[in-house]
C-alpha cells in the first residue's frame, strides 16, 4: 500500500485535534444558546443540553483515543445536529420554529465544518493501523506459502470481500471498511456532503425570519387584546401570544437589542387598545430606528419560545441579563 495514499501521523494528529476542537466549539455554542433562550422551551431545552453534552463528550473522547469510530460518530452527530436546525428553521419541530441569528448561522457552519474533517478522519486509517495490517498481510501469506498456499485459493473472494482467513473468523464484508478509503475518497466524499449541506443551510436561513420586526409581524392589526392563562388576565398580541416586559428596561428605552431581540421579538407600535386593556399605550423609538410599543411604561414583546396562543414560557426566566414577566392586563 503506497505511503501516499494516507495522511501520515503528524496529518492524522492535526485532523484528531481539529476535529475535537470543532465538536467542543459545537457544545459550547449551543450551550450558550441553552443558557440564553433555549432552555424554557418545552422539548427543545433538554434536547439542546443532550447536544452539548454528546458534542463535548465526543470531543474528549476523540481528543484521548484517536478512534476511527468515534469520529464516525462525531460526524454523524455533526450532520444530524445540522439536520435538526434545518428542519427547525425551514418546518418548526415540537412545535417550534427557529428563527435566524448570528449564534445559530455560526453553529450551521461549525457543525458543517465538524463533518467535513471527522468523516475525513474516520474513513482514513492511521500508519500505524496500516503497517499492522501489512504485517498480518504478510504473515498469513508466509503460513499460505508454508501450507502450499501461494498459487492456491486466493485471501479474497469475488467482489474485494475478505475471506475469514484474511480478517479472522466471522469476518465478512466489502475490503474497504477495515482497509479505509484513499485519501483522495475520503476527501472527495466529505467534500460533496459538506458542500450540499452548506447549500441547504444557506437556503433555509435565506427563507427564515431574522429580524424581531418581522417575527413579531402578527403583532400588528387588531391591536392589544388580554387572555387569561394560569388563572391571570394577561395582555396578548392581535395574534393571541402573550406578551412580556423585561425589567431592565425603562419607560423611554429598551436594553434588549441585536441576538436578544431574536428570541424576544420587540412589539412594533403603534397599536389600539382592545377590549379590556385599559393600561396607557405608548410608542418608544428603538435603537435601530424602529418603533416598540409600551403599555403602562413597559417595552413590550413576544417570546420565540411560545408557540401559540396561551402559552407563557418566558415567565419569570432570568434570560438576556434580566427577568422576563408576563404584563397584566390591569396594573
Known amino acids: 500500500m503506497s505511503a501516499e495514499r494516507r495522511p501520515g501521523a503528524a496529518s492524522r494528529l492535526l485532523l484528531r485535534v481539529t476535529g475535537a476542537g470543532l465538536l467542543i466549539a459545537t457544545a459550547a455554542t449551543h450551550l450558550d444558546l441553552y443558557l440564553t433562550g433555549y432552555r424554557t422551551i418545552p422539548t427543545i431545552g433538554w434536547l439542546f443540553l443532550l447536544q452539548v453534552i454528546a458534542a463535548f463528550a465526543l470531543g474528549g473522547l476523540l481528543l484521548f483515543t484517536g478512534s476511527r469510530l468515534v469520529a464516525a460518530l462525531g460526524a454523524g452527530f455533526a450532520l444530524s445536529t445540522l439536520g435538526g436546525y434545518l428542519l427547525s428553521v425551514q418546518f418548526g419541530l415540537f412545535g417550534f420554529r427557529e428563527v435566524r441569528t448570528t449564534a445559530g448561522i455560526v453553529a450551521g457552519i461549525i457543525e458543517v465544518l465538524a463533518f467535513a474533517v471527522l468523516a475525513f478522519l474516520a474513513a482514513t486509517p492511521s500508519p500505524a493501523a496500516l503497517a499492522a495490517d501489512d504485517r498480518s498481510a504478510e504473515a498469513m501469506a508466509a503460513a499460505a506459502a508454508r501450507q502450499g498456499g501461494v498459487g492456491g485459493v486466493g485471501d479474497t473472494a469475488p467482489g474485494g470481500v475478505h475471506s475469514a482467513a484474511a480478517h ?136 420565540i419560545g411560545d408557540s401559540g396562543p396561551g402559552q407563557d414560557h418566558g415567565n419569570n426566566v432570568n434570560l438576556n441579563g434580566g427577568l422576563w414577566h408576563i404584563v397584566p392586563a390591569q396594573s
Open 168 to 303: 479472522g473468523p466471522g469476518w465478512h464484508g466489502p475490503s474497504w471498511l477495515p482497509a479505509g478509503l484513499s485519501g483522495m475518497q475520503a476527501a472527495l466524499g466529505a467534500a460533496v456532503v459538506s458542500i450540499v449541506a452548506l447549500g441547504l443551510l444557506g437556503g433555509a436561513l435565506a427563507g427564515a425570519g431574522g429580524s424581531g420586526a418581522s417575527s413579531s409581524a402578527s403583532s400588528t392589526g387588531a391591536g392589544l387584546r388580554t387572555a387569561s392563562i394560569g388563572g391571570a388576565t394577561v395582555l396578548t398580541n392581535a395574534a393571541g401570544r402573550t406578551l412580556y416586559s423585561f425589567a431592565p428596561d425603562t419607560s423611554s428605552k429598551s436594553v434588549c437589542n441585536g441576538s436578544c431581540a431574536q428570541y424576544w421579538p420587540p412589539v412594533p407600535g403603534p397599536l389600539k387598545a382592545g377590549a379590556g386593556v385599559t393600561g396607557t399605550l405608548a410608542t418608544i423609538t428603538r435603537a435601530d430606528g424602529s418603533t416598540q410599543e409600551t403599555y403602562d411604561g413597559h417595552p413590550l414583546y413576544t417570546y
